[in-house]
């Protein structure tokens, strides 16, 4: 029998409900992803691209799902059929998150904004500082190892939360338009991060607009045999 795919989902859709009223509804094309492959997730502003990613890291859910159908199974378990606090403990260590936006508190230093939010998680504080520096010097970053948040530039941050993303390990990794706003220099060190996770048998789903971005990623990791295309209704 041949092992299951890394991630399928099947019959997923989204209502965006308001004070209890059915907003509009999105359906999500079916897909499968294996280890170590990567998929891109395209479509204009306001197609869903963000809205899907929330729901495959388990993170978000939708009066449109039908449980006896509806499926977003990861190496075979159904994620639908846990409860929120079943589905919010598989992040960090098997679904990895890249926000859009960056989250750094000001208050602490790069390690500990990268190391302290998985421990409570992962628990394991120096197997993650061990990590955690090691792919702060593969992304350049290990002169900053002690500076505040405050102190970095946009790519650097952006840099910061994607090694926050890949310390514990995950299975699958989620990254929605990780190179929004960043220069080419820091873009392109963001995909070598993301294509060497991918090439070390992760499972990788990037939702981006960004042209040259998709190159960057497309000359370096093995690719799905198809984008997904959303479409704004």
């Given at each position: 029998?041949?092992?299951?795919?890394?991630?399928?989902?099947?019959?997923?859709?989204?209502?965006?409900?308001?004070?209890?009223?059915?907003?509009?509804?999105?359906?999500?094309?079916?897909?499968?992803?294996?280890?170590?492959?990567?998929?891109l997730?395209?479509?204009?502003?306001?197609?869903?691209?963000?809205?899907?990613?929330?729901?495959?890291?388990?993170?978000?859910?939708?009066s449109?799902?039908?449980?006896?159908?509806?499926?977003?199974?990861?190496?075979?378990?159904?994620?639908?059929?846990?409860?929120?606090?079943?589905?919010?403990?598989?992040?960090?260590?098997?679904?990895?998150?890249?926000?859009?936006?960056?989250?750094?508190?000001?208050?602490?230093?790069?390690?500990?904004n990268?190391?302290?939010?998985?421990?409570?998680?992962?628990?394991?504080?120096?197997?993650?500082?061990?990590?955690?520096?090691?792919?702060?010097?593969?992304?350049?970053?290990?002169?900053?190892?002690?500076?505040?948040?405050?102190?970095?530039?946009?790519?650097?941050?952006?840099?910061?939360?994607?090694?926050?993303?890949?310390?514990?390990?995950?299975k699958?990794?989620?990254?929605?338009?990780?190179?929004?706003?960043?220069?080419?220099?820091?873009?392109?060190?963001?995909?070598?991060?993301?294509?060497?996770?991918?090439?070390?048998?992760?499972?990788?789903?990037?939702?981006?607009?960004?042209e040259?971005?998709?190159?960057?990623?497309?000359?370096?990791?093995?690719?799905?045999?198809?984008d997904?295309?959303?479409?704004?209704?």
């Open positions: 029998m041949p092992a299951p795919h890394l991630l399928e989902v099947a019959k997923l859709s989204h209502c965006y409900d308001s004070l209890g009223a059915r907003g509009r509804r999105i359906e999500f094309p079916d897909f499968t992803l294996d280890a170590g492959a990567m998929l997730l395209r479509g204009a502003s306001g197609s869903g691209k963000s809205t899907l990613l929330q729901r495959l890291a388990g993170a978000r859910t939708s449109a799902d039908v449980f006896d159908s509806t499926r977003i199974s990861l190496r075979g378990q159904n994620i639908l059929a846990l409860s929120q606090a079943q589905r919010d403990a598989l992040r960090p260590t098997t679904i990895g998150w890249i926000p859009q936006r960056v989250h750094l508190l000001n208050s602490l230093n790069v390690i500990d990268i190391v302290l939010p998985i421990a409570l998680s992962v628990g394991s504080k120096a197997m993650l500082r061990q990590r955690a520096l090691e792919l702060l010097e593969r992304a350049g970053l290990s002169a900053l190892v002690s500076a505040k948040s405050t102190e970095l530039s946009v790519g650097q941050a952006a840099r910061c939360c994607v090694i926050r993303a890949l310390i514990a390990q995950p699958l990794l989620l990254a929605d338009e990780p190179s929004a706003a960043l220069d080419s220099q820091s873009a392109q060190a963001i995909a070598q991060l993301l294509c060497d996770f991918c090439s070390a048998g992760g499972g990788l789903i990037v939702a981006t607009h960004d040259p971005f998709q190159q960057q990623l497309r000359s370096h990791c093995a690719t799905a045999p198809a997904i295309e959303l479409s704004a209704a």
